[in-house]
């Protein structure tokens, strides 16, 4: 299993620090960034059925070490899942069970503002949204939350760090 984990948050560099940290010798990260295991997600919900996504998140703790069998000797082993951080309520329970309180974990921000904006752009640029502005979509938010879409179309909550952050502080040793 992981000995570390980059919990996010979305479109705040995790990519980066994915492929930066994936270059040291001593560090195994499985090539599947963003498995979802410790969210605990079931599915995407959203405008559209995303099979692709659905079908990349691992469900069963078999499922997850199979990820970090080629690490072989690998010192470091690390998870970069950008959802845990928004979805802490349910992630640090599971990161508690599986990897204890004394697993570091690696926090990447970004202007709230910014991180959103980009996040929308993310969708047009990908045609995976309808929205004919940022200001459509981010008015949209509370019925879409509240429609159970998920955390890809929360554009504004993602970005509000403050109770993850803390949520993960008070749980953990190492952030």
């Not at 940022?134 to 879409?144: G, N, P, S, Y």
Request: net charge neutral.
């Amino acid at each position: 299993l992981p000995n570390f984990l980059i919990v996010g948050a979305a479109k705040c560099g995790t990519t980066s620090l994915f492929d930066y940290v994936n270059q040291h010798p001593d560090v195994f990260i499985p090539d599947k960034k963003e498995c979802f295991f410790f969210s605990g997600l079931e599915a995407f919900n959203g405008p559209r059925n995303d099979q692709e996504i659905n079908a990349s998140i691992v469900r069963s703790l078999e499922e997850y070490e199979l990820l970090f069998e080629p690490a072989g000797s690998a010192h470091l082993r690390g998870d970069v899942s950008h959802d845990y951080l928004y979805y802490h309520q349910r992630s640090i329970p599971r990161i508690l069970k599986y990897l204890g309180y004394e697993v570091p974990i690696v926090i990447i921000l970004r202007d709230p503002r910014e991180r959103a904006f980009s996040h929308y752009k993310h969708h047009v640029k990908a045609g995976t949204t309808k929205d004919t502005s940022f200001r459509q979509a981010i008015d949209l938010e509370a019925t879409r939350i509240n429609n159970g879409w998920s955390w890809n179309w929360h554009y504004l909550q993602v970005g509000m760090y403050a109770d993850q952050v803390e949520a993960f502080q008070r749980a953990f040793k190492r952030v």
